[in-house]
T-cell receptor, first 115, second 112 residues
């Protein structure tokens, strides 16, 4: 499978615990995005990377959230001291990042449930 | 920020009929628009896109119309099939290949 892959697909955790999600983008894509989606809503932008550089972070991204893309390939999204409001689907997407190629390719998402 | 309720608008159509899903976008400076389809438990899947220098683009069974005057986007699906049942999102971007800002979505239900 050469699409965007995310791991784990489902995570159940207790409030206050830390969780980490991993995203492997399409190999030739240099841009990688993280979105969050709650039930009945469209995906909300969290952050994105151009290669290993994190170029933009949403105001939605509190300091409990940190994302990395150390070698410009896979990325991780860590949530520290989880809260029930963090329960959501975390979507990763990648793109070529070239003019005229705006399509983002999404993974299947990592669903987080905070008890 | 987003201020959308939990109840998405729903469009119910008979199999074989044409569907039209509408979207009002927010930023008059947006120059790229895209429609995604999302099935339950899956990530969004690309359908069709359009740049702001166009007002219409056709794909296979789908057409996107853009009206910049009223900041309106529509997705037309011809001969709707049961497999088209999903949530449809429009998204806008300030430049190609940059982050997308998504709308609230519309549920499409196809009746056989």
């Amino acid at each position: 499978d050469t699409g965007v892959s995310q791991d784990p697909r489902h995570k159940i955790t207790k409030r206050g615990q830390n969780v980490t999600f991993r995203c492997d983008p399409i190999s030739e894509h240099n841009r990688l995005y993280w979105y969050r989606q709650t039930l009945g809503q469209g995906p909300e932008f969290l952050t994105y990377f151009q290669n290993e550089a994190q170029l933009e972070k949403s105001r939605l991204l509190s300091d409990r959230f940190s994302a990395e893309r150390p070698k410009g390939s896979f990325s991780t999204l860590e949530i520290q001291r989880t809260e029930q409001g963090d329960s959501a689907m975390y979507l990763c997407a990648s793109s070529l990042g070239q003019p005229g190629t705006g399509e983002l390719f999404f993974g299947e998402g990592s669903r987080l449930t905070v008890l | 920020g987003e201020s959308v309720g939990l109840h998405l608008p729903t469009l119910s159509v008979q199999e074989g009929d044409n569907s039209i899903i509408n979207c009002a976008y927010s930023n008059s400076a947006s120059d790229y628009f895209i429609w995604y389809k999302q099935e339950s438990g899956k990530g969004p899947q690309f359908i069709i896109d359009i740049r702001s220098n166009m007002d219409k683009r056709q794909g296979q069974r789908v057409t996107v119309l853009l009206n910049k005057t009223v900041k309106h986007l529509s997705l037309q699906i011809a001969a709707t099939q049961p497999g088209d049942s999903a949530v449809y999102f429009c998204a806008e971007s300030l430049d190609y290949g940059n982050k997308l800002v998504f709308g609230a979505g519309t549920i499409l239900r196809v009746k056989s």
